[in-house]
């Protein structure tokens, strides 16, 4: 079956092209676009993503195999990146995994039986101050102990990332970026200056260095 996004995400797609010069370069925005929706970048969601931006699917594949924010298979509903970088195993990154597969009764790379979690490792999550920590969705959870990490996957599993966020996180995430209130902000970010389109359209120099 192919796939769509929504109307209201079609749109976003819509305003995402208006700021680039060419469309290749919305290539990361719109996947990651899809991918919110759809949950992983599957064959149907890559076939909607080389039409729209009239790219080959090779290219499409060859950059979600490349971020590991993007994923080419199923993941669970919620997604749990345990730091593994030296800062964080200094303070108990190891123990937090170990907790984390007992808990969910998967090993890391995979989901758990539910399909509520999804347990991944990351080399470095850069809060290396506040370790050990872990990312949920869009979201960090900094200086963590094994009680306190329950409580979180218990909020996330019966009421949702978002209530799980907003009582425990230490950032919102850059899917979900917080204002001087502490509320979400939801608008887009500015478009790029027309000086910076202008830089972006030139052509790449000739490596012959020949301006003839």
Not at 141 to 170: M, P
Not at 189 to 212: F, H, L, Q
Request: hydrophobic share 35%.
């Amino acid at each position: 079956m192919a796939f769509a996004l929504t109307p209201e995400r079609e749109e976003q797609v819509d305003e995402i092209l208006t700021r680039y010069p060419e469309r290749r370069a919305a290539l990361l925005p719109v996947l990651w676009l899809c991918q919110r929706q759809n949950g992983w970048i599957s064959p149907e969601v890559a076939e909607y993503v080389s039409k729209r931006l009239e790219l080959s699917t090779g290219v499409i594949k060859g950059v979600v195999t490349f971020y590991t924010m993007f994923f080419d298979e199923p993941v669970g509903e919620n997604v749990v990146w345990v730091c593994r970088t030296l800062s964080c195993d200094l303070r108990g990154g190891k123990a937090i995994q170990d907790h984390l597969e007992k808990k969910l009764g998967c090993r890391a790379g995979h989901t758990s039986a539910d399909g509520k979690f999804t347990l991944l490792k990351a080399e470095c999550l850069a809060a290396c101050g506040q370790a050990p920590m872990v990312q949920i969705n869009d979201y960090y959870y900094e200086n963590l102990d094994v009680q306190q990490l329950d409580r979180i996957l218990d909020v996330h599993a019966t009421k949702g990332g978002e209530a799980a966020a907003a009582e425990f996180s230490t950032f919102a995430s850059f899917g979900a970026p917080r204002g001087s209130n502490g509320g979400a902000v939801t608008s887009a970010p500015p478009p790029p200056s027309k000086e910076a389109v202008r830089v972006a359209s030139r052509p790449p120099p000739d490596p012959t260095g020949d301006e003839s």
